[in-house]
């Protein structure tokens, strides 16, 4: 066993049923049953759904009823608006504003450089290199260039709303 599992075996004894819950359900990519969530975080099924209902209820899951099965997932919207406020109240204006120049800087660049629109068309061109440092390397770029288009709305956000959510927070300061 690698060190690092250890680590990661002894952290997660530390955790008490509920934190390990909640761990695991803020990571959650696809939804879940309560079973799945409860075999994966070592606990009883009536635990997890006790955590999980209250994850719902403070809008951190929605819960999904599909057929005969309830399903959980990471509740999306609450999830960015989270990360629109965190973003306002950590940068000012100009470091966001800079923030997504950047981004879309390196964008354009990636569009010009390999002759492509999208991320998608830049991983289909690896079909016609041998180069494996090549392959690599456009690979990554696609990852991060997906990275960028879904941070990109999210930056957009916290700007268009910056001085509306600044002075609501300043209110409570």
């Not at 629109?117 to 392959?135: F, K, Q, V």
Request: proline share 2%; glycine share 2%; net charge negative.
């Amino acid at each position: 066993m690698a060190d690092s599992d250890r680590d990661d075996d002894r952290a997660r004894a530390s955790m008490t049923r509920g934190e390990r819950i909640r761990a695991a359900a803020r990571t959650l990519r696809t939804p879940r049953t309560a079973s799945w969530i409860a075999g994966e975080t070592e606990v009883s099924i009536k635990t997890a759904q006790k955590y999980l209902d209250q994850l719902v209820e403070d809008t951190v899951l929605r819960k999904i009823e599909q057929g005969d099965q309830t399903l959980y997932c990471v509740d999306q919207l609450m999830a960015t608006y989270r990360e629109v406020a965190a973003l306002q109240r950590e940068h000012d204006r100009e470091e966001l504003t800079a923030s997504l120049e950047s981004m879309r800087t390196k964008i354009t660049d990636w569009k010009m450089s390999y002759g492509v629109e999208t991320p998608g068309e830049l991983r289909a061109s690896i079909a016609d290199l041998d180069d494996a440092n090549e392959i690599e390397e456009r690979r990554n770029i696609a990852s991060e260039w997906e990275h960028l288009a879904d941070r990109i709305p999210v930056v957009r956000a916290a700007l268009n709303e910056y001085d509306w959510a600044t002075d609501r927070d300043s209110i409570f300061a």
